[in-house]
């Protein structure tokens, strides 16, 4: 069984999903786009994802934001506003009849390709939006036992030659990074930035606590995650020292405690890196603080 943050309690509703493809809903054996597409040729597109819970479309006004500015940053032009999305976004909850524990995912593409190429100019349609909704319970189990960490060979890039805050479907350099990290025995990538320090994992944001301080990525180098900002507030909030730095993995094999963050999995324990125990081997008492913490915000946004 695959083991990592992305862990989800197998659930046989979603064989019978209903898939939002421009505007109609399919099933999801039925659900197809065109090998023309510019996803699929070049990883010419944009995503988002996010959790629902009681209904309520958690912190869906910081991924929104974040869609615009991807999309804007490489040249989409959404042809509909938030509102639309968001009628799009609930009415696939709706025909699925999805209301907790449901993990979404938005994806925006070029469009269709008039023949095989990069140049955006040979697009022949507008963007092709695609919603995919899921029943999805993270793992209780992945929580409690936490993963093994590989340091990957793989660097996050420079922004000057893709920014690693782009949520685009190019994702073969992350794909490249956590392939090593099977191989090698783990469960996912920690991958250095462009300098050699701790920047990021190939699929979360990474974090360690060293006497009772939290420590995280500068986030030059790292992607933009919407649970690395809850968090780092939630610190500030509430008298927990989180630093934002350059650290090495010198300061990684001897820290207390380390996790992950994503919109899926939340907090995830980190209990071993390249081979080596971190802290007792087992999920830190900060780590849960945090994870706590988080637990509780979500509720306040459900509440909202």
């Known amino acids: 069984m695959t083991h990592g943050t992305h862990n989800a309690v197998e659930d046989p509703r979603n064989k019978d999903i209903q898939i939002f493809i421009n505007g109609t809903l399919y099933p999801r054996d039925q659900a197809k786009i065109s090998v023309f597409d510019s996803g699929y040729l070049v990883g010419d597109g944009v995503w988002e994802a996010f959790r629902v819970h009681q209904g309520k479309m958690i912190f869906i006004d910081k991924h929104l934001d974040r869609l615009w500015q991807s999309a804007k940053v490489v040249g989409i032009n959404i042809p509909f506003n938030r509102e639309e999305l968001l009628q799009n976004i609930q009415t696939t909850l709706d025909a699925n009849e999805m209301k907790n524990h449901i993990h979404v995912r938005i994806m925006l593409t070029r469009g269709i390709k008039k023949t095989p190429s990069q140049d955006p ?18 793992s209780l189990e992945t929580k409690q036992k936490g993963i093994t960490l590989f340091t990957s060979t793989f660097r996050r890039g420079s922004p000057d030659y893709l920014d690693p ?13 956590l392939m090593q990290a099977l191989e090698a025995g783990a469960d996912e990538a920690l991958m250095l930035d462009i300098h050699g320090f ?12 060293k006497n009772g301080e939290v420590w995280t990525s500068t986030g030059q180098y790292c992607m933009n995650g919407i649970t ?13 020292i989180c630093i934002q730095k350059n650290f090495s993995l010198f300061d990684v094999y001897g820290a207390d405690e380390a996790f992950v963050t994503g919109s899926f999995g939340g907090l995830t324990p980190v209990i071993k890196i390249d081979g080596k125990t971190i802290g007792t081997g087992s999920p830190g008492v900060l780590t849960e603080r945090i994870s706590k913490l988080y637990q509780d915000l979500i509720e306040k946004e459900i509440q909202q």
């Open 121 to 138: 100019r040979l697009t022949i349609s507008g963007p092709n939006l695609v919603i995919i909704a899921e029943h999805k319970t993270a």
């Open 165 to 177: 805050r782009l949520n685009c479907h190019s994702k073969l350099h992350e794909v490249q990074a």
């Open 198 to 209: 701790v920047s990021t994992c190939n699929a979360t944001n990474f974090f360690m606590v």
């Open 228 to 240: 690395r900002g809850n968090v780092i507030e939630l610190c500030e909030d509430n008298n927990i």
